[in-house]
């Protein structure tokens, strides 16, 4: 006997059960419905488990799961119509309070047990009516979700999802992993299309690199990091560091330009807040779960889209491709998820965004920037998102073309205040702890050097001299170097 003939429940009669349970809904049968369907889901459930224990084949095992969806669609209805059942027979009065006695006269009341649900239950399925009642297809995209993504369409998975206040959660943590999520690389070139950040950014949540190797393509160079070790180096061969970034500091970092698809949940908040508080990146854009604008119960969620909000939130209009778990290997699906790019940018005075809970809202759609060519990086900014002519030729600029002296004399005072590191530095150095592009780093060096703030050692190396250490030492370094500046600027 084969595993498959060992395994396979009777397919016929499980069919035949659900057509049974969905008419009986439908002709408003709703106790023999949940009797027939939970039989059916129970039958079902059994058959996939047991073909996942044998290694069955895949198709035996979805078969089994997809019957086992359907009963859990019909059996959650039936409880959603008994919720609002109970609902209306508490209003009218007609269930039996707590310790009523039974032989009362009035024949129409009647107890939660009667209908076999106690008070437990009654709470859960009314927070499952409520949720249907906010989106009326949520029984039916959770558990087609948890189909697509190869999970278990489970009772304990639709009540996770119900009690959930933000999104479907429709894995649990143990299934969600280290929440790997790879993002569609047209997501990151439509926001190259529309901003331009540092050349030199950080993504500390680089996975396989699938954000990393569209910037990389743009011109831009990173600094990557994980939580897990992958192995993943940029294109000058540096490999990412690894370790938690809740528990990161970000040393010659600090102020560099984010651009993340962070883990999603409570993680987004609190990796999200930690990078405003901890790292102050000059701009930041993250992927997102268009839902993130909601909510208002976490405090880190408050900080950064109340108290540090973004300025712009790119929302696709159209959604980008599902973006299935890391190892995923079942079929295709689309995506059920609306997102956007969130992008901070910090203002001059220090603070975020353009005030309290305010942001400009630009719906986008990737497909007209699939073939856009990306803003240069190193100018900071961004431009309009509209397109005039073919895709790909005119693009309207709000910011313009910086010329290299420009770019210097835009930078200078942040590289001078940098020499307080008073550590050995070349090119590279610099340019990695202040977030310019290679040439940029070597023309800064150029002009400290002829200023007599910088000078080479023994061993070829750039360090601060004593004049470049007495600009950075006042109490108040900004205000010298930019008297610095301005005596300069007055001696040329």
């Known amino acids: 006997m084969t595993v498959e003939l060992f395994v396979r429940p009777d397919a016929s009669d499980l069919v035949a059960a659900i057509e049974t349970a969905r008419s009986l809904l439908d002709a408003g049968a709703t106790e023999a419905a949940l009797k027939v369907s939970s039989v059916a889901y129970d039958q079902a459930k059994a058959a996939g488990d047991s073909a996942e224990r044998v290694k069955a084949s895949r198709d035996l095992v979805d078969r089994s799961r997809r019957m086992q969806a359907e009963a859990l669609k019909i059996e959650s209805l039936c409880y959603v119509a008994m919720a609002d059942a109970v609902d209306e027979a ?10 009523r006695p039974k032989n009362v006269s009035d024949r129409n009341i009647f107890t939660l047990d009667e209908i076999g649900l106690d008070r437990g239950k009654l709470h859960e399925v009314r927070k499952l009516r409520d949720r249907v009642r906010q989106e009326p297809d949520f029984i039916e995209r959770v558990v087609e979700t948890r189909l697509a993504e190869g999970l278990e369409p489970s009772r304990a998975a639709l009540k996770r999802a119900a009690g959930h206040a933000i999104g479907t959660r429709a894995a649990s943590q143990e299934e969600q992993g280290d929440k790997l999520y790879e993002t569609a690389a047209e997501a990151t070139r439509s926001l190259l299309a529309l901003e331009s950040f540092s050349a030199v950014v950080k993504e500390p949540f680089v996975g396989k690199g699938a954000i990393l190797r569209v910037m990389e393509a743009a011109g831009y160079d990173m600094v990557i990091s994980d939580l897990r070790d992958r192995g993943v180096a940029t294109r000058h061969g540096e490999l990412q560091q690894v370790g938690n970034f809740l528990h990161s500091e970000p040393g010659e970092t600090l102020g560099m330009d984010i651009v993340s698809n962070p883990p999603y949940g409570r993680d987004a908040n609190a990796c999200l807040a930690h990078a405003l508080r901890v790292h102050r990146p000059r701009k930041m854009a993250v992927l997102l779960n268009l839902n993130f ?5 976490d405090p880190d969620r408050v900080f950064v889209m109340d108290e540090n909000p973004p300025s712009r939130v790119y929302v696709f209009t159209r959604r ?4 299935h778990r890391d190892g995923w290997a079942g079929p295709e699906a689309s995506s059920q998820m609306n997102t956007a790019w969130f992008v901070w940018e910090r203002n001059a005075d220090g603070t975020y965004g353009l ?3 305010r942001w400009e809202t630009i719906r986008i759609d990737w497909k007209v920037y699939e073939a856009a060519p990306p803003l240069a ?9 509209l397109l005039f002519g073919p895709v790909g030729e005119d693009f309207t600029r709000t910011t313009p073309r910086l010329t290299l002296d420009e770019r210097v004399d835009g930078e200078i005072e942040r590289a001078v205040l940098w020499l307080k590191e008073m550590r050995p530095f070349d090119a590279v150095i610099l340019r990695r702890a202040i977030g310019v592009r290679p040439s940029v ?15 080479k050692d023994a061993e070829g190396l750039w360090r601060p001299t004593a004049q470049g250490l007495h600009v950075t030492a006042a109490a108040n370094a900004a205000d010298a170097v930019r008297a610095w500046r301005a005596e300069r600027t007055a001696a040329a």
Request: hydrophobic fraction near 45%; glycine fraction near 18%.
């Open 320 to 323: 980008l491709e599902m973006m």
């Open 441 to 455: 780093a070597e023309a800064l060096i150029l002009a400290m050097a002829e200023n007599d703030l910088i000078e």
């Open 355 to 357: 005030g309290r809970g």
């Open 90 to 99: 508490q209003a009218k009065g007609e269930i039996a309070r707590r310790g």
């Open 377 to 385: 990086p190193g100018e900071g900014g961004h431009r309009a998102a």
């Open 293 to 297: 604008m909601c909510g208002f119960d």
